[in-house]
């Protein structure tokens, strides 16, 4: 759940960005500009070496490979995200490239401010390239997951035992894949396809991608009943809170000292608890 949760934190991020750059419509914030272009650079790249890091450690973990390889392999791929993103800004630097939103025909465009067209060309080939490679690898790695559950299924290899709560691991992982995955299926989609369509359409196209993170946790909350209870739970926990009734009464009865507290619960239930404390004098 927590997994879920920050790759939701990132697309919440990039719809606030987004939302604040249609405020502006314009540079009137530069501030607002530069951390906007910043985040767009790094945000969609960590997103999708977090995903592949979570199907390692699934796939990891169905094959009893994680206590061997799983903390290595965490350290290479996160050394790997640092690398490719000061790679990314050396690019930048030597070919005197900022990549900033321009607002044209009613729409935000990633522009790069360039004049060498090659070296444009060349970060766009980087950023899509990495991107499909990264998430081709998610996907490589849960289908290595499911050939290892039809094969125990059919008896191929007996030492290959999937236990249920291995399966849950392996959706969860899966619930974190396909966001991401279905994101930036939905851009390349509308960049390539529907750039020259109809304002109707680039709207559809624009919207679908932001949807991804309320259909993720709509659909996780549907299939994990536990997750479900465990929010139920929560919510009447805030919506029904007890207000304790506090009545103190002294009674001098030769050395002894009563006090009697009533705790009595406005929720749903009508229960009268009734603590009583006696301290000797």
Avoid at 37 to 53: K, P
Avoid at 67 to 91: G, N, P, Q
Wanted: net charge positive; aromatic share 14%; glycine share 2%.
């Amino acid at each position: 759940m927590a997994n879920i949760g920050i790759i939701d934190c990132l697309f919440l991020l990039a719809i606030i960005q987004a939302s604040l750059m249609t405020l502006t419509r314009s540079n009137l914030i530069p501030v607002v500009f530069e951390f906007s272009s910043a985040f767009h650079i790094v945000y969609e790249w960590v997103l999708h070496f977090l995903a592949l890091i979570l199907a390692l450690n699934r796939m990891l973990i169905i094959l009893d490979l994680e206590f061997r390889f799983c903390d290595l392999l965490f350290k290479i791929l996160t050394y790997l995200i640092w690398i490719s993103i000061l790679v990314l800004l050396f690019f930048f630097n030597k070919y005197d490239m900022n990549l900033v939103y321009v607002y044209d025909d009613n729409a935000f465009a990633l522009n790069a401010c360039s004049k060498n067209r090659e070296a444009t060309s060349t970060v766009y080939d980087i950023y899509y390239y990495a991107d499909l490679t990264t998430i081709s690898s998610s996907f490589v790695c849960y289908l290595a997951v499911i050939v290892a559950i039809v094969a125990q299924k059919l008896q191929f290899r007996k030492g290959i035992k999937i236990e249920k709560h291995e399966i849950r691991v392996f959706f969860q992982g899966l619930v974190t894949f396909l966001p991401g995955a279905a994101y930036w299926g939905l851009n390349m989609l509308a960049a390539f396809k529907f750039s020259s369509a109809s304002l109707a359409v680039n709207i559809i196209f624009s919207i679908l991608p932001r949807l991804v993170p309320v259909l993720n946790v709509s659909g996780y909350l549907i299939l994990n009943s536990y997750v479900r209870e465990s929010l139920a739970t929560c919510v009447q926990r805030l919506f029904c809170r007890k207000s304790p009734t506090v009545k103190s009464i002294s009674l001098a009865s030769g050395n002894v000292n009563v006090t009697s507290v009533s705790v009595k619960s406005t929720g749903y239930t009508s229960d009268n608890l009734e603590i009583k404390e006696l301290k000797e004098l």
